[in-house]
């Protein structure tokens, strides 16, 4: 568990201020203990505890809390468990990891991975060709090198 000075409060308003909903602003407490109670049923969260977290009135959540706010903001349980680096001197990857969930998390292209989970190669190669298939429309490029195989994206590798 990271200590009072570690800075829980800190890494807490960092993922919520780099995490913007459909909507265009950040998630409410509110919001964010909805989803990870919808998600979790077993974590115990409200808006208020939320709250008390990220002013640094509470810092010992549960081990169940912190991995489903990890799974909710789409980081690691290291994102609040270890040593925290400033963002200079931050490993590339760990910075990388983050910019990347920070940018579906904006473009609530989570919402759309949600969905996705759970679907058998078939449904998730269907999704693809609709998702390759909008993009061509609004002029995006294609997705080079993408792989379904090795994404991860199937029920079970």
Do not use: W
């Not at 960092?14 to 049923?41: M, Q, W, Y």
């Not at 115990?44 to 549960?62: F, I, N, T």
């Not at 980081?75 to 990857?93: I, K, N």
Request: with cysteine; net charge negative; charged share 25%.
């Amino acid at each position: 568990m990271p200590a009072d000075d570690d800075g829980l409060a800190e890494r807490l308003n960092h993922l919520f201020a780099s995490t913007a909903s459909l909507r265009g602003r950040c998630a409410s407490n509110n919001e964010v203990a909805a989803d990870i109670k919808a998600a979790h049923p077993e974590v115990r969260v409200s808006g208020a505890y939320l709250s008390a977290l990220r002013s640094g009135k509470r810092s010992q959540p549960s081990v169940k809390l912190l991995r489903a706010l990890a799974d909710y903001f789409n980081v690691s349980m290291s994102y609040f468990t270890e040593p925290h680096h400033s963002d200079a001197t931050a490993p590339t990857a760990d910075r990388d990891t983050a910019e990347l969930a920070a940018q579906l998390n904006e473009l609530g292209v989570r919402r759309i991975a949600l969905r996705a989970v759970g679907l058998n190669q078939d449904s998730l190669s269907t999704v693809t060709a609709v998702l390759d298939h909008v993009r061509k429309l609004q002029g995006l490029p294609a997705i080079e090198g993408d792989n379904d195989e090795g994404a991860g994206l199937g029920p079970s590798q």
